[in-house]
């Protein structure tokens, strides 16, 4: 079961040209973001987004006890620094890497567990791969949290089950950055469909949740 977020402005974007990202949606659909996180039994990121946002990726909700997800990030050549909080963190919670390349002593003695796949042109993980890898390791339930890439890739893979996407009441313009990257799609018939399955207010964010058609 792969889900995708998405927490973008009306035009999709899920930061301005610059960079800045922090916070597009309010403190409600944040709040959500963390339940939704705690239903699943790991979330993924790219090595971008590791890189420029340095997460944490856990389930931070007043009160809450239970069982925090495993954090994986997509990282080809295990660029992930060893100031971040992942690997500060990855001896509490289980932490993966997914490379392409034999793994990286610095991050299994921090306590990475890195997952070796095959490569997809350009160094990339294959994602079917990845999410077999990853269903061996226990992980069944995934939560996609970004970034543009990520997200392109798995919707071209056609992988994505359900779309969890926050919507916040601003346009930032085409030279935001994307919550979607290039799909190459020419015909429409050949986008992935998706059905709607509920629309809620948060606070002055929609969320909407989709299932694949």
């Known amino acids: 079961m792969i889900t995708l977020k998405l927490a973008t402005s009306l035009d999709g974007r899920i ?8 916070w597009i949606t309010g403190e409600a659909a944040r709040e959500q ?3 939704l996180r705690a239903e699943h039994d790991a979330v993924l990121v790219g090595i971008e987004t590791a890189l420029a946002d ?16 495993a954090r994986v990030v997509l990282d080809s050549r295990q660029r992930l620094p060893p100031e971040c909080k992942l690997i500060a963190t990855a001896r509490e919670i289980p932490t993966y ?10 991050l299994t003695a921090a306590g990475v567990r890195v997952l070796t796949v095959r490569a997809l042109g350009e ?3 294959e994602l079917r791969t990845v999410v077999e890898t990853l269903n061996a390791e226990g992980l069944s339930r995934i939560f996609v949290e970004g970034g543009g890439q990520v997200a392109a890739s798995f919707l071209r893979c056609g992988l ?4 969890e996407w926050f919507r916040a009441p601003l ?11 290039a799909l190459a799609i020419a015909a429409l018939a050949d986008a992935p469909h998706f059905r709607r399955v ?9 969320w909407e949740r989709y299932e694949k058609a």
């Not at 930061?15 to 922090?22: D, F, I, L, V």
């Not at 340095?54 to 997800?69: F, H, K």
């Not at 930032?172 to 990257?181: A, K, L, M, Q, W």
């Open 15 to 22: 930061a301005t040209g610059s960079g800045e990202s922090r």
């Open 33 to 35: 973001v963390h339940r």
């Open 54 to 69: 340095d997460p944490e990726l856990t389930v931070r909700l007043a009160g809450y006890n239970g069982r925090q997800p």
């Open 97 to 106: 890497v997914v490379a392409t390349a034999a793994p990286e002593p610095r």
């Open 123 to 125: 160094d990339r993980p």
């Open 160 to 163: 994505v089950d359900a779309l």
């Open 171 to 181: 346009v930032i313009g085409g030279e935001g950055r994307p919550g979607v990257g």
């Open 198 to 206: 509920e629309v809620r207010e948060l606070g002055p964010d929609l």
